[in-house]
């Protein structure tokens, strides 16, 4: 399979060198800032995704107000596939750079090599951290004794968070794996159950969290979108809030919850911009812990920007039940 691919690759490669295809092009824009403050020289790429390896298209940096514009154009046998990736420090010291993707839709893309129209991302704040997917690192099966080992690695510019997922049909006669027989078990377990157990008992301090946006499709505000404040935890997430956006396509949610570590908080936006499907897209955006504050009564409020909902953002799933 890997080497059709590749081979694959190799032909549409080997025809756009040839001239055979058509040349496409994409623009796109947007505002870049940090904590409320404009992300200025941020570096933005704009590729074409293959299936080997992404084509970079054009590269710049955000200027004084976090601004940037990117075009370019690619001869294709079939439609391009562009999207924009974004390396910055914000909120972050170590010595690489946070990276997150945007895949730019297939409305905003030009025949010829001039773009005719420009795809604008919104107004982002790098503070954000966009949910991903999990990344499996190992897989097996038990031995006859019940027993089983797994191990992986994986690079990551913060400490990695692993878990082990187990799918079994033990007193299950169904088709299917029902979400109460799947079940996630953190490397520390003990503490998933003990926390939630002192939180009954009042043990732990009382936190909360307030998060603010715009939120915006195809450059027209998304009304009555709905948004979600959720606590992370190991199992199941616990909601706080969760509300709809008004006919500006703002909202504000905030709650508070008591825990012995800090809590986890995040926002999780379900819509329909640019999607037809019988389900929801859903976006989740991580809230910086320096946004936490202790008490119940949020002292400040995280702004995650005005997002265009058009984005296609690394991660992004859908969700039926919501």
Same mark, same amino acid.
């Given at each position: ?67 940037? /514009?990117?075009?370019? #154009? =690619? !001869? @294709?046998?079939?439609? *391009? &596939? +562009?999207?924009?990736? $974004? %390396? ?60 089983? /080992?797994?191990?992986? #690695? =994986? !690079? @990551?510019?913060?400490? *990695? &968070? +692993?878990?082990?997922? $187990? %799918? ?66 190991? !199992? ?87």
């Amino acid at each position: 399979m890997q080497l059709l691919i590749l081979l694959l690759s190799l032909v549409a490669s080997s025809f756009a060198l040839l001239g055979i295809g058509r040349t496409q092009s994409v623009a796109v824009t947007g505002k870049l800032t940090c904590n409320g403050q404009p992300a200025r020289n941020v570096k933005v790429k704009l590729y074409e995704k293959e299936l080997t390896f992404d084509v970079k298209m054009d590269e710049g940096k955000t200027d004084q107000n976090g601004e940037f /514009r990117l075009s370019g #154009s =690619k !001869t @294709e046998i079939s439609t *391009i &596939d +562009p999207k924009v990736n $974004v %390396y910055h420090k914000c909120n972050y010291n170590g010595p690489c750079y946070k990276k997150f993707g945007i895949t730019i839709p297939d409305n905003f893309i030009s025949r010829g090599a001039t773009p005719q129209k420009t795809y604008d991302i919104g107004t982002i704040n790098l503070a954000n951290k966009f949910t991903a997917l999990d990344v499996k690192m190992d897989e097996g099966k038990t031995n006859q004794n019940g027993e089983f /080992r797994l191990s992986g #690695s =994986k !690079t @990551e510019v913060s400490t *990695i &968070d +692993p878990k082990v997922n $187990v %799918y079994h049909k033990c007193n299950y006669n169904g088709y299917f794996t029902p979400l109460g027989m799947l079940f996630q078990m953190q490397l520390l377990l003990l503490l998933c159950f003990a926390a939630p157990s002192l939180a009954l008992l009042g043990i732990g301090s009382t936190q909360s969290v307030a998060v603010s946006g715009r939120l915006i499709c195809n450059g027209q505000p998304a009304a009555n979108v709905k948004v979600k404040l959720y606590e992370k935890e190991t !199992t199941f997430d616990v909601k706080m809030a969760e509300g709809v956006t008004n006919q500006n396509g703002e909202f504000r949610l905030s709650g508070s919850k008591t825990e012995i570590s800090t809590i986890d908080p995040k926002v999780n936006i379900y819509h329909k911009c640019n999607y037809n499907g019988l389900c929801y897209r859903k976006v989740g955006i991580t809230i910086p812990d320096n946004y936490v504050t202790r008490g119940a009564n949020p002292q400040r409020v995280f702004d995650i920007g005005t997002i265009n909902l058009a984005n296609r953002f690394t991660g992004e799933t859908t969700d039926c039940i919501n």
